[in-house]
């Protein structure tokens, strides 16, 4: 019985001062660090998108930053500019261990965005890591990181749906709370069955 960490986007550009801040983003980075030795695979996400990404509002002509649009795949946030591939804004957060399994980005196809950590935003397209964690013999998985309310949450349902056991530690994730974002994605993971610690 394989457990696993994934620790989502603990990227400079999500930290505050960074791109598209997440208000105490940069407080669990010790949590996180004493936390990944408990576990038998840790694998980090990186939000890592190509200049120009499609999920940007400055590749929208007219788009303010958080405001919605459509996709072919459904509704987008346009974010401002983050986590473009190889800039400071893309990299780990100061202190946060990377010595773990596995290192997966996504969000790094122009014209889909990607928030889980198992599908891009067209539900459809995977990015490999259910293979690795099944192969691995993972059934259940912990998730930690930013933000509650999008990559974490998406990752949390999609955990679900693959058929892992998902357990999110919320004194470990810190959100964006768009409009409400935060209370209904806590509580459709509730409804999925995420067990909610700490
Ligand atoms: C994220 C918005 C855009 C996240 C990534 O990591 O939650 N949010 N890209
Ligand atoms: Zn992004």
Redesign the pocket.
Known sequence: MGEALVVIDVQNDFLPGGALAVAGGDEIVPGINALMDEFHAVVLTQ?W?PAGHS?FASSHPGAAPMSLTQMPYGPQVL?PD??VQGSEGAAFAPGLRVDGDLILRK?FRPEV?SYSAFFENDHTTPTGLEGYLKSRGITSVTLVGLATDFCVAYSALDAVKLGFTVELRRDLCRGIDLDGSLGAAVEEMRGAGVMLRG
């Open positions: 939000d998108h999920s974010w983050h986590c969000g965005d």
